[in-house]
């Protein structure tokens, strides 16, 4: 039977983010990669954005497994919603994996996962796939791309890369391999495109050691450094510059620890006998002697960098004099807690070193067009799809590509998640739309996913406001004794004692009072009455619908 061959982004391409790619040879499928997205400012509140998987769902008795390219949030940060309904093997470097087990713990999902390490340099066998590990350069450690032998060709998937010539592990990116298959024919290269609007190269890792050893020089306070906690290469830096200015090394937040430690464990983070501080010796010691490393470099509310800002952390004060250094990227859409974290640090009287300056703080992850080219020009495949980016970043890809028309290149194709692209014996083409589709996920839960209803709800609170009736009931008579309090804010502003907040407490207690006793000994019930007359009054009035949000209080 001749079979096609079926390429289907479920995520990441138009869009940034939420990486996902199936791979389809007759029945048997295999995905590449589940990632997460940050949500957008007009989804209020919801903590989480995945892939739909749906259409994966529909036909889960042929998905054969789950292939990691690497630990980033925006290839593995779906893996436990993945696996909760399609529970598959999952293949992963070590310390890709390790990351994915601490998400699967916190979901209770790690008893029945089936993950399986792979070094890169070996291959895996699932169905009519035959997928080789190739090791990459990347912000991460043990990131990787893959070469996928199907009954039609290879395809050579990159993952997220750069070309970095002197990487801090001094683990060399395995050009050998990519040129190996270039030179014996590839049938579709994807590759990623996020940085493709950078020309040349992109620095090293070790780029930022000048700019690093000028602040070591310089601080006679704390040195407080921030980065992803995921940037092992970087935190190699930080502690073997520590370590050579004689400075002392602790770890705040719980993500930088979980990370250091799986790292540590794994031998790809060394840290030198007795350099390391405990969070609670921190103001004891010199501070000339020390050096902090801390999480939340995106001024995510919670974490260890925002709580030092407005000195709120059990563990350490930021003094005038300190050095705090952000190095890491500021992502777009978070600049302005970002800043605000900035602003409060610099009142503290620290000095503040970030964003992009020469020599950088940071640098980039991801290949520059310089390097995109290279790989291109290795693998010289017959059709070419740039990944991971949004529209213009694929088109300029795909522009980049266009050298290779001489060499072999028959058709680029840039797709966008929902898309498809379908080859067999004569050639490829787009092939059919699948469904796809963004969800929503409040907390990190897995029961937690926020229906439509919700959102609208939030949006109503942005807009219209909250009410909140408060009413005391007597546990003894199951009555309430006061009227009910009103609480409301981002609603109209009505006053105490005004006429709209007065009518709406005889609302509530109009409502105790008609009901039943027994309608009244349930708390669900009854609120869900106050709600719906309260919302009926209110819209009546003023036209506005505030969420309404009942508390019974039993006194
Ligand atoms: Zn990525
Ligand atoms: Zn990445």
């Known amino acids: 039977m001749d079979n096609k061959l079926?390429?289907?982004?479920?995520?990441?391409?138009?869009?940034?983010?939420?990486?996902?790619?199936?791979?389809?040879?007759?029945?048997?499928?295999?995905?590449?990669?589940?990632?997460?997205?940050?949500?957008?400012?007009?989804?209020?509140?919801?903590?989480?954005?995945?892939?739909?998987f749906t259409w994966l769902e529909q036909q889960k008795e042929h998905v054969r497994g789950l292939i990691l390219t690497h630990g980033h949030e925006d290839h593995i940060g779906a893996v436990p919603f993945f696996l909760s309904d399609i529970n598959v093997p999952v293949y992963g470097t070590p310390f890709t994996l390790a990351l994915v087990e601490r998400r699967?713990?916190?979901?209770?999902?790690?008893?029945?996962?089936?993950?399986?390490?792979?070094?890169?340099?070996?291959?895996?066998?699932?169905?009519?796939?035959?997928?080789?590990?190739?090791?990459?350069?990347?912000?991460?450690?043990?990131?990787?791309?893959?070469?996928?032998?199907?009954?039609?060709?290879?395809?050579?998937?990159?993952?997220?890369?750069?070309?970095?010539?002197?990487?801090?592990?001094?683990?060399?990116?395995?050009?050998?391999?990519l040129a190996d298959y270039g030179r014996r024919g590839v049938l579709l290269l994807m590759s990623d495109s996020t940085n493709v609007d950078r020309p040349g190269y992109t620095e090293s890792e070790r780029a930022i050691r000048p700019r690093f050893e000028d602040l070591f020089n310089r601080a006679e306070r704390r040195m407080i450094i921030s980065?992803?906690?995921?940037s092992v290469h970087r935190l190699q830096e930080i502690i073997d510059f520590s370590a050579e200015y004689g400075r002392k090394v602790a770890f705040l937040g719980r993500s930088m620890n979980t990370t250091t430690e799986i790292a540590h464990?794994?031998?790809?983070?060394?840290?030198?006998?007795?350099?390391?501080?405990?969070?609670?010796?921190?103001?004891?010691?010199?501070?000339?002697?020390?050096?902090?490393?801390?999480?939340?470099?995106?001024?995510?509310?919670?974490?260890?960098?925002?709580?030092?800002?407005?000195?709120?952390?059990?563990n350490l004060s930021v003094e005038a004099g300190d050095t705090v250094v952000l190095s890491a990227r500021i992502i777009p859409g978070n600049e302005k807690p970002i800043y605000r974290m900035i602003n409060h640090l610099a009142k503290r009287g620290a000095e503040l070193v970030y964003g992009t300056m020469n020599p950088p703080v940071h640098v980039s992850g991801h290949a520059s067009a310089e390097e995109l080219k290279l790989v291109l020009n290795l693998v010289r495949p017959r059709y070419f799809m740039p990944i991971?980016?949004?529209?213009?970043?694929?088109?300029?890809?795909?522009?980049?590509?266009?050298?290779?028309?001489?060499?072999?290149?028959?058709?680029?194709?840039?797709?966008?998640?929902?898309?498809?692209?379908?080859?067999?014996?004569?050639?490829?083409?787009?092939?059919?739309?699948?469904?796809?589709?963004?969800?929503?996920?409040?907390?990190?839960?897995?029961?937690?996913?926020?229906?439509?209803?919700?959102?609208?709800?939030?949006?109503?609170?942005s807009e219209d406001g909250f009410v909140l009736p408060i009413i005391a009931i007597n546990k003894h008579t199951g009555r309430s004794e006061t009227l009910p309090e009103i609480v409301s804010r981002g609603f109209v502003s009505f006053e105490d004692g005004s006429g709209l907040l007065q009518e709406a407490r005889q609302i509530v207690h109009r409502t105790l009072e008609t009901s039943t006793n027994e309608e009244r000994t349930d708390w669900g019930v009854m609120q869900e009455k106050i709600r719906a007359d309260l919302r009926r009054f209110l819209n009546k009035q003023t036209s506005r619908r505030p969420l309404i949000m009942p508390v019974i209080l039993e006194v």
Do not use: W
Not at 17 to 23: K, Y
Not at 265 to 280: A, E, K, T, Y
Not at 285 to 314: F, I, Y
């Open 6 to 52: 079926q390429i289907v982004p479920l995520g990441g391409l138009g869009e940034f983010g939420m990486n996902c790619m199936a791979l389809r040879y007759g029945d048997d499928i295999i995905v590449i990669d589940a990632g997460m997205m940050f949500p957008e400012a007009e989804l209020l509140g919801v903590d989480v954005v995945t892939p739909d």
């Open 265 to 314: 464990d794994l031998g790809l983070l060394h840290i030198p006998d007795n350099l390391l501080l405990r969070p609670q010796d921190i103001m004891q010691a010199q501070p000339s002697k020390v050096c902090v490393v801390v999480s939340g470099t995106q001024g995510e509310p919670m974490s260890a960098l925002s709580r030092l800002a407005v000195d709120n952390h059990k």
């Open 104 to 177: 699967l713990e916190e979901h209770d999902l790690l008893k029945t996962a089936k993950l399986h390490e792979v070094q890169p340099g070996r291959k895996i066998e699932l169905g009519p796939f035959m997928i080789e590990f190739i090791h990459v350069t990347h912000s991460i450690v043990s990131a990787v791309a893959l070469a996928i032998t199907t009954p039609l060709g290879v395809i050579i998937h990159t993952g997220d890369f750069k070309v970095d010539p002197t990487p801090t592990d001094n683990i060399l990116f395995d050009l050998h391999t």
């Open 227 to 230: 980065c992803f906690s995921s």
């Open 388 to 461: 991971h980016g949004e529209y213009r970043q694929l088109a300029k890809h795909a522009t980049l590509a266009q050298h290779l028309r001489r060499s072999g290149l028959e058709e680029t194709f840039i797709l966008e998640t929902g898309d498809s692209l379908e080859i067999d014996r004569t050639g490829a083409r787009k092939g059919d739309k699948v469904p796809v589709g963004r969800v929503c996920i409040d907390s990190g839960s897995l029961d937690e996913v926020v229906e439509d209803l919700v959102i609208r709800d939030r949006r109503h609170l």
